[in-house]
Nanobody, 130 residues
Framework: QVQLQESGPGLVKPSQTLALTCTVS??????????WSWIRRAPGKGLEWMGT???????YIAPSLESRTSIFRDTSKNQFTLQLSSVTPEDTAVYYC??????????????????????WGKGTLVTVTS
């Protein structure tokens, strides 16, 4: 059973870069057709897909966050990392990593069906405050 665990700072100052790591157990991040993602929920709002890194290393980033977001992986540690730059208080949220076995169409990541993904971490709260 794939398990995911988020880690990172709980407090970040405005304008800084947020970095969160997801450690994966029970499966490998290079397993064919597994996709590894970051999703967040701001206070009082719905879930927001941020981006995904594929088993191949290809990344897909939500257009609204593309200028500030990168996702990369460390296959030796079986981890993938989210970096979000120039944070503001509006980036305060619970951040989740998630994963699923997907056979995506060429347009899948325009509107990924992330709420149906099978494997989720418990989430970690990040507060952006000075």
């Amino acid at each position: 059973q794939v398990q995911l665990q988020e880690s990172g700072p709980g407090l970040v100052k405005p304008s800084q870069t947020l970095a969160l790591t997801c450690t994966v157990s029970g499966g490998s991040i290079v397993t064919n057709f597994f996709y590894w993602s970051w999703i967040r929920r701001a206070p009082g709002k719905g879930l927001e897909w941020m981006g995904t890194i594929a088993y191949s290393g290809t990344t897909y980033i939500a257009p609204s966050l593309e200028s500030r977001t990168s996702i990369f992986r460390d296959t030796s540690k079986n981890q993938f990392t989210l970096q979000l730059s120039s944070v503001t208080p509006e980036d305060t949220a619970v951040y989740y990593c998630a994963a699923d076995l997907i056979y995506p169409s060429c347009t899948y990541f325009l509107e990924p069906n992330f709420e149906a993904w099978e494997h989720w971490g418990k989430g970690t709260l990040v507060t952006v405050t000075s």
